[in-house]
């Protein structure tokens, strides 16, 4: 996905599941917070999908 730093990216996983009654799971996700001068580097993201 081609972003630029105006973008804003909505996961909307949680929504779906909510709304079809668990037809659609929403995916697991764990993130942690950067520490100390680690703020202000950028974080990757990667998601697994298991079915």
Do not use: K
């Not at 001068?37 to 993201?45: C, V």
């Amino acid at each position: 996905m081609d972003t630029d730093r105006t973008s804003l990216i909505i996961h909307v996983g949680q929504e779906l599941q909510a709304r079809s009654g668990g037809r659609w799971p929403a995916t697991v996700h764990r993130v942690c917070n950067p520490v100390g001068g680690e703020r202000s580097r950028a974080r990757l993201s990667f998601a697994f999908f298991v079915s």
